[in-house]
Structure formats: C-alpha cells, structure tokens
C-alpha cells in the first residue's frame, strides 16, 4: 500500500504561531517534537502521518490517529515510521517505509506499506 500527502509549510508555520507547541501536540508525540528545530520538519512530519493514514486507506480517525503514528530519524537523519501495536495488529503491518523531501515552501512525503 501507498500513500502520499503534500502540506504547505506555511500552513504548519500558521498553526505554531497562533498556538505555540500545543499545534505541535495535536499531531505530534513528545519524541517527535523534541526532533523539530525547524517549521519544515514539523511540515514534513505532519505529510508523513497522513501519507500513512492514505497508505492505510483509513485517514485520520479512530482506526489510526496522529499519535498511533511515530516518526523518527536514524543516526544518518535519515526518517523513519513506526506505529502503534494497535495499529501493527489492525492493519497486519509487516514493514513500513518514509520518505520526505521540502521543495518551494512545500512538505511531501510518500509512505509504501508492507502487509503480512
């Protein structure tokens, strides 16, 4: 399963202005926003759990939520997804794969699922 989503930075950048890190805590767990030192990276990370919520065919719910998805980074600062057991259990996830890039104001990622 695939998924991908687009988000444009500024509309995170908005959101951390109006609301400080309680924006951040809406969507984000406490591992990913000690990860942010820059908006781009909460873009980013905001694409990447709704191109997972797609790769699932679910969207943002009660079958997965913001914080069923975690993202993190390897020591190469390369980006990494993980999810909930629930989610891994609910869904047969058997490995799961992230990509992200920022280009001209703009947060993408792509997520490719592999079930069981």
Known sequence: MIGIDVVS???????????GNKA???FLNKSEIDL????????????AKEAASKALACGIG??????DIIISKTVKN??????SQ???DNFSIKSAHLSI???????IAVVALEKN
């Open 78 to 83: 390369a980006p990494l997804i993980t999810f």
């Open 62 to 67: 009660a079958e997965c939520g913001f914080h």
């Open 36 to 47: 942010i030192k820059k908006v781009e990276t909460a873009a980013g990370f905001w694409a």
């Open 101 to 107: 890039t920022h280009d001209t104001g703009f947060a």
């Open 24 to 26: 951040y805590e809406r």
């Open 86 to 88: 629930k989610v891994i």
């Open 9 to 19: 930075i500024k509309r995170i950048e908005k959101l951390y202005e109006k609301f």
